[in-house]
Nanobody, 119 residues
Framework: QVQVVESGGGSVQAGGSLSLLCVAS????????MGWYRQGPGKERDLVAT???????NYADSVKGRFTISRDNAKNTVYLQMSSLKPEDTSVYYC?????????????WGQGSQVTVSS
């Protein structure tokens, strides 16, 4: 299975921008479909952006047009660029596999990265 370490994030005012970075190890990263997920206070973890091994992307309606997912296979890294942030984007953000663009159902998750957006 893949191991991941998320970083970036932080606190920002509404309308601001932040970037997240996820470094993966443990398997052949370039073969993997990857995704960014988030879990807000008292909420379930949701898949917000995916990128296939071929580079095709997809986004949840709530972040479409504001978030951009990308990857660098040479660095085993997937990125999430977030702009026009809203208070409702406040969550812990995780990266993990997203096979076929679907949410990962496995048990392993990294520590996540906190994003806090104030109004």
């Amino acid at each position: 299975q893949v191991q991941v370490v998320e970083s970036g994030g932080g606190s920002v005012q509404a309308g601001g921008s932040l970037s997240l970075l996820c470094v993966a190890s443990g398997t052949t990263f370039s073969f993997l479909d990857m995704g960014w997920y988030r879990q807000g206070p008292g909420k379930e973890r949701d898949l917000v952006a995916t990128i296939t091994s071929g580079g095709s992307t997809n986004y949840a309606d709530s972040v479409k047009g504001r978030f951009t997912i990308s990857r660098d296979n040479a660095k085993n890294t997937v990125y999430l660029q977030m702009s026009s942030l809203k208070p409702e984007d406040t969550s812990v953000y995780y990266c993990n596999m997203a096979p076929g663009g679907r949410a990962w159902a496995g048990g392993y998750w990294g520590q996540g990265s906190q994003v806090t957006v104030s109004s």
